[in-house]
């Protein structure tokens, strides 16, 4: 299949200016690696609309095909741990930043960025799920892993009308918790509690000034935000409490007292998801397939096509995407 020819969504800085356009290309554009996958789907995550928007400094290389995750068929392989006809996964590792990414309709990678697909999940749904849902499922692990049980405290998810907060909310109702879903869209409450939501609070619940200490509410909290907000929740955390920050939408920079830390014992970790061990993976996706209901990513999940992500970009990067954004890179 040398001579065969693949689209992708490029982006290229010149002297000249800065272009977003579909190209057709030949496979020997594709960089080296051992395993060559036919993309079925990727996702348009905010780190995306960066990228494509030029709204951040994303990419590391020109030209570039953006896309930090997909999903897809191998079609070629070097290793022994892939065949030709298997279906895999593929987030993080540098992929759409520094390596050619997802918005691409052929991609040649390192075989251990890659992840089998787990029974029960199709190409779609996977990436229904994608970086967003990886991340997510990470931080609940991580909440549990750190002594959370389902109990009479509640759970809250900032930024929950989001990816990683969509599927945060999903993923802890379905384990039992009690959870609290915050947003600055009000009017995307029913959807939350169609997750699972047991409540929908204001996100000015945490980035209004407040009390140093206040009454103890939250045994958890996956924050998706950070700035004012992931300052703002430790606020009411309880005796023992864990947060699990892993976003920065909301800024770079927060503060807190140090109360909640030394008089209740608080505990903040933070969640990374981009070189994350295949082990730890493997067990997040596996974790997914099962409690994950495919209606309920269903109804997270909005699907576009290759030439729309242009448009998306602007909207998620304004804040304006609900849930999960798939982009179905060969229609």
């Known amino acids: 299949m040398s001579d065969e020819t693949f689209r992708a969504l490029v982006v290229e800085e010149s002297a000249t200016g800065r272009s977003v356009e579909l190209r057709d290309l030949p496979l020997a554009s594709l960089p080296a690696g051992e395993v060559l996958v036919r993309v079925a789907y990727s996702t ?111 759970v809250v998810v900032t930024g929950a009308a989001g990816g990683v907060g969509s599927v945060a909310v999903a993923l802890l109702a379905k384990a039992g918790y009690r959870v609290v879903a915050s947003t600055g869209r009000p009017d995307e409450a029913d959807y939350l509690k169609a997750l699972g939501a047991s409540e929908v609070v204001d996100r000015a619940t945490f980035t209004a000034p407040g009390k140093p200490l ?51 014992g608080v505990r903040l970790i933070g969640v990374d998801s981009v070189l994350v061990p295949f082990a730890e993976r493997q067990v997040a996706w596996q974790r997914m397939a099962r409690d994950l209901d495919p209606a309920l990513i269903d109804q ?32």
């Open 214 to 264: 206040e009454r103890e509410r939250w045994a958890g909290a996956v924050d998706t935000v950070g700035g004012a907000t992931l300052g703002g929740i430790f606020r009411a955390m309880a005796y023992h409490g864990v947060v699990a920050a892993c976003g920065n939408a909301g800024g770079v920079d927060f503060s807190a007292s140090v109360f909640p830390f030394i008089l209740r």
């Open 300 to 331: 997270m999940t909005e699907v576009i096509a290759l030439s729309d992500v242009p448009a998306y970009s602007e909207t998620i990067t304004n804040g304006r995407v609900r849930g999960r954004v798939v982009v179905d890179v060969n229609s």
């Open 44 to 154: 348009l995550n905010y780190k995306d609309g960066l990228a494509v928007t030029g709204k951040g400094k994303i990419l590391r290389m020109n030209p570039m095909a953006p896309g930090i995750d997909f999903a897809g068929t191998v079609v070629e392989s070097a290793s022994p741990d892939y065949r030709p006809g298997d279906e895999v996964i593929l987030t993080g590792w540098g992929v759409g930043e520094r390596f050619w990414g997802g918005f691409s309709q052929l991609n040649r990678v390192k075989a251990e960025w890659l992840v089998p697909l787990p029974a029960g999940l199709s190409l779609q749904r996977a990436m229904a799920l994608g970086t967003a849902g990886l991340t997510a499922m990470l931080c609940v692990l991580a909440l549990e892993g750190h002594g959370l049980e389902a109990g009479e405290r509640e």
